[in-house]
């Protein structure tokens, strides 16, 4: 370790670290601000020389820091900007937030001012310094990044945000969906078997309700007399009760199966909470998925998970003809662009179907009218 040096008020010391015959070094400054103790360092620098150009740059930084106390580092200013978030996010969101950043953003990040991050040093963040991440999970960290950075544009501490052009692409995962056909040997087989599951499986395709929408639903959102269903929370287990995904309300009508399937189930008072459905243990621990796909195994029709029933909901009703713009109310998509996605899903689910058609043209004039295209 080199003797710390003191200029300025400032301490700075430069440490040395010999790893695997190489060596490295570390700045470290410290300087009191305001009355409080900042800190800067940076780390494997890969010679002297730089590490005391590093000592120089940190230095100003602090210098420049202590004349514009309102000047804010991006581990302080996204500590602020998550604090102001509680009013507004879930408590997912916020422990999302924090921890990406404490585990990715603010090692790399954190100790640099807002005016100095630029779109080269996120882009290196996202695409090379994390680590074993998914493209999902890369593309959920920089939205974050850019929301935080945002924010920093609207308080007038930078011009532009150095993230925006930035985009992780991630392949469309394929979407699984029942066809009519598995539909009806799901609802049969779970109800011939008494699933404890056939009451939730029945009511997700028939609403294309969430999972957490189901969970919240009480007799109270059910009007039989107007024939609609109101769908004004969701439940998670990180959350418990709340809004729903969009924070809008919502009105699901009330067909005339549905209608048959609530009254039945009204009757059969298995809930004393005032809930639709049964609160089972497997529901609450979070394991429908698994067990809706394990089902779909043992009976021998497409494997899919709950969040699927929403989706075969969905290409059901585009099947037969209800506009993208009724769906995407009542299944609450906040832009029609979500909803059109699920128009490929209904052309997987009706290929083939024009084969049932039965037309066959007549073979004889079939032949005697093919053009030879290479006479002369």
């Known amino acids: 370790m080199f003797s710390p040096s003191t200029k300025g008020g400032l301490l700075m010391p430069i440490y040395q670290e010999k790893k695997n015959g190489k060596s490295t070094y570390t700045v470290v400054a410290t300087a009191k601000i305001s009355g409080k103790q900042v800190n800067r360092k940076r780390r494997s620098i890969s010679s002297l020389a730089k590490a005391k150009r590093v000592e120089i740059d940190l230095r100003l930084e602090l210098r420049q820091l202590k004349e514009s106390p309102n000047r804010h580092t991006l581990k302080d200013w996204s500590n602020i900007c998550i604090e102001r978030m509680r009013l507004q996010f879930k408590k997912s969101t916020i422990m999302g937030y924090q921890g990406n950043f404490n585990k990715w953003v603010i090692p790399c990040l954190g100790d640099f001012f807002l005016d100095q991050i630029t779109g080269a040093m996120v882009h290196e963040l996202i695409f090379e310094k994390i680590q074993n991440i998914s493209l999902d999970g890369r593309r959920s960290i920089l939205k974050q990044i850019k929301r935080i950075l945002t924010m920093a544009v609207d308080e007038g501490l930078i011009s532009r945000n150095p993230a925006k052009g930035i985009t992780v692409t991630v392949p469309e995962a394929k979407q699984a969906i029942l066809n009519r056909a ?15 599951f056939y009451n939730h499986w029945a009511l997700a395709l028939l609403t294309g309700m969430r999972n957490g929408e189901l969970h919240a639903l009480s007799w109270t959102d059910v009007d039989f007399e107007n024939k609609v269903i109101s769908v004004t929370k969701s439940w998670s287990i990180k959350d418990g009760l709340g809004p729903t995904k969009s924070t809008k309300n919502r009105y699901i009508p009330i067909s005339n199966e549905l209608e048959m399937f609530l009254t039945n189930l009204k009757s059969k008072k298995l809930n004393d909470d005032g809930k639709v459905l049964e609160q089972l243990d497997h529901w609450i621990s979070g394991e429908q998925a698994k067990i809706l796909r394990e089902f779909c195994g043992e009976i021998g029709i497409t ?38 996605r699920y128009l490929r899903l209904v052309a997987q689910d009706t290929q083939g179907a024009t084969e049932s058609l039965g037309i066959a043209l007549p073979r004889d004039f079939e032949q005697e009218n093919v053009v030879n295209l290479f006479q002369h």
């Open 182 to 196: 598995e539909i009806d040997a799901l609802l049969f087989e779970a109800k011939k078997r008494e699933h404890p």
């Open 303 to 340: 494997s899919i998970k709950f969040h699927d029933l929403r989706a075969t909901f969905i290409t059901q009703m585009l099947i037969r003809g209800v506009s993208l713009a009724k769906v995407m109310k009542i299944v609450g998509h906040s832009t029609i662009k979500t909803t059109m």
